[in-house]
């Protein structure tokens, strides 16, 4: 579920070391599977850790996760990285503003997820997204823009150099091209 680098082992080691015995690391996301999802790591003490709790058992602690973070920090690493700048502990979860899905799952839940997960947190700085509506029976996935994109003279290009290259990449074979629903009204909400 969580991969940590042996450096990042150390490093909670020695920061436990100077607290409480028995303290471990709890890992967590803030809004799972929505585009505000944050994740953290904190103490936790004994008394913090629910009959529900996830331990995974790691070098001298054990990293313990919420049962509803779980899916959501599947494939997440932390790592300790040290560069010119100094020293930090990083931590990716691909996972966290989306639930990881099937490669057997229905061709219609492996493209939201693509969507989720890829698509929108580019389109998310120009406050933009994209949903999938349907996909169609010869294979064309519908997709509705919203935020800055509903309006927004590049969507064109989004759809076809950027989204469209980027789906038909991951779905070889089940999709066979993509096409735009909204209704785009130039407007204040329009990103420029």
Do not use: W
Request: aromatic share 6%; proline share 5%.
């Amino acid at each position: 579920m969580i991969t940590i680098s042996e450096d990042a082992q150390a490093h909670f080691a020695k920061l436990l070391e100077k607290q409480d015995a028995g303290t471990n690391i709890r890992v967590f996301v803030v809004n799972p599977g929505t585009s505000t999802a944050e994740c953290g790591v904190s103490y936790c003490p004994p008394t913090a850790v629910e009959p529900g709790d996830i331990r995974l058992p790691f070098n001298g602690f054990d990293a313990v996760v919420d049962a509803e973070s779980a899916p959501f920090l599947e494939e997440a690493e932390i790592d300790y990285v040290t560069d010119q700048m100094g020293s930090q502990l990083t931590l990716k979860a691909p996972n966290a503003k989306a639930r990881k899905v099937d490669d057997d799952a229905p061709l219609v839940e492996r493209v939201s997820y693509v969507i989720e997960s890829e698509v929108n947190p580019q389109l998310a700085s120009h406050g933009g997204q994209v949903v999938l509506l349907e996909i169609t029976e010869d294979g064309h996935a519908v997709l509705q823009f919203g935020g800055g994109c509903n309006g927004c003279s590049m969507v064109d290009v989004t759809l076809k150099e950027g989204i469209e290259k980027q789906l038909l990449e991951s779905f070889p074979g089940e999709l066979t091209g993509v096409r735009d629903a909204t209704s785009h009204e130039a407007g204040e909400h329009s990103y420029y």
